[in-house]
């Protein structure tokens, strides 16, 4: 998969403590993501790589069972609940390594021709070929490179095949025995990509809460990194940068990645368009309007589900940790 890292998803980040007056709401920058829904789908856990960082329930297979005739009624469904509210959807695949899922390909050419954009979150492992093969149907892809399975030359060719038409970000993924070679990797590639964004993903221990053992050195690197590549000219459908309003009457911009790093993410008594923005699919096929599972369980596409009718009226959740949950719009309605 795009790789199970700190700051990826539902994975949280080195945190630091900075005063600031309450939050009233979090919008979108860009104006266009908020009238779309994002469906952030898991098609399983299995994965050709077997990365020393990523735990085996993440890789091992044991969840595959999404099948082709599921897969495009779940398309079809969101494509005609979608049409009544006015939405043009973002279905974005993840794993385990979705590439390896028969259906990807029938569902992608099933989403856009109804009109609707796709993306990935990919190893990059299959040749340039499997994605030629596809043609130019992704609106944005990420790929993680893995520097105990990752080949350079073949990473680099689909890269160039994808660059040609759609946004791409690399995600590195920073084993502190192998750091100064990932490292040294990243900035060759991003020399030589110059379209392409990138980041040096700190792990998390079992991707949990724990930091791998960094040196001092290197945290100080994952912190404050920052690669010379031109911002992707398209930009990011997923996890755009939203706008914070305080009640003050100040306004800024940040990274989903940013509120979790200053434990900005507390978003308890909010109301938030999860479920109207974003839907997630989990890898045995659950259904629910964020990672955060807030208004509980929608169903499972592979058996019977229904789609929300409304928003999350009043979060009750402490911390909203995962990043696709972030960049989804929130406003105050408690104290
Ligand atoms: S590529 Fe590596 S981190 Fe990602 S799912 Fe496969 S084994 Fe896990
Ligand atoms: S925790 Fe869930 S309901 Fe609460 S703000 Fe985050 S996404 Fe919305």
Redesign the pocket.
């Known amino acids: 998969?795009g790789?199970?890292t700190a700051g990826n998803n539902c994975r949280g980040t080195v945190s630091m403590n900075v005063t600031r007056p309450k939050i009233v709401s979090l919008e979108h920058t860009d104006a266009a993501r908020s009238k779309l829904l994002v469906v952030d789908w898991n098609v399983g856990n299995r994965?050709n790589?077997?990365?020393s960082y990523?735990p085996k329930y993440?890789?091992d297979g044991t969840l595959w069972q999404q099948d082709a005739a599921q897969a495009h009624r779940f398309v079809d469904a969101v494509s005609e609940w979608s049409s009544g509210t006015g939405r043009q959807v973002h279905f974005q695949w993840t794993?385990?390594?979705p590439t390896l899922w028969e259906p990807l390909q029938s569902s992608a050419s099933r989403a856009v021709n109804l009109g609707h954009t796709v993306g990935i979150i990919s190893?990059a492992t299959r040749p340039r070929a499997w994605w030629e093969r596809l043609g130019p149907v992704w609106r944005e892809v990420t790929l993680?490179y893995?520097i105990e399975y990752s080949d350079y030359d073949k990473f680099v060719s689909v890269l160039n095949f994808l660059t040609a038409f759609c946004s791409v970000h690399v995600n590195f993924t920073m084993l502190p025995d192998r750091f100064e070679e990932t490292r040294h990797i990243a900035v060759r590639l991003t020399e030589e990509h110059r379209d392409v964004t990138a980041t040096l993903k700190p792990l998390l221990v079992s991707f949990k809460n724990e930091l791998y053992p960094y040196e001092d050195e290197q945290l100080d690197t994952l912190k404050t990194y920052r690669f010379s590549t031109r911002t992707a000219a398209k930009q990011d459908r997923t996890c755009s940068r939203m706008r914070v309003a305080y009640e003050d009457g100040t306004q800024n911009t940040v990274e989903a990645s940013r509120m979790v790093a200053t434990r900005a993410n507390r978003f308890l008594g909010f109301s938030c368009a999860a479920g109207i923005e974003l839907l997630v699919v989990h890898g045995n096929g659950d259904l629910f309007r964020a990672n955060c599972r807030e208004g509980g369980n929608l169903g499972n596409i592979c058996g019977t589900f229904s789609l929300p009718e409304g928003p999350i009226a009043i979060c009750t959740r402490h911390a909203c940790s995962c990043l696709v949950d972030i960049a989804v719009t929130k406003r105050r309605v408690e104290n």
């Open positions: 998969m790789g199970p994965c790589y077997r990365c990523c993440l890789h794993g385990g390594e190893n993680t893995h």
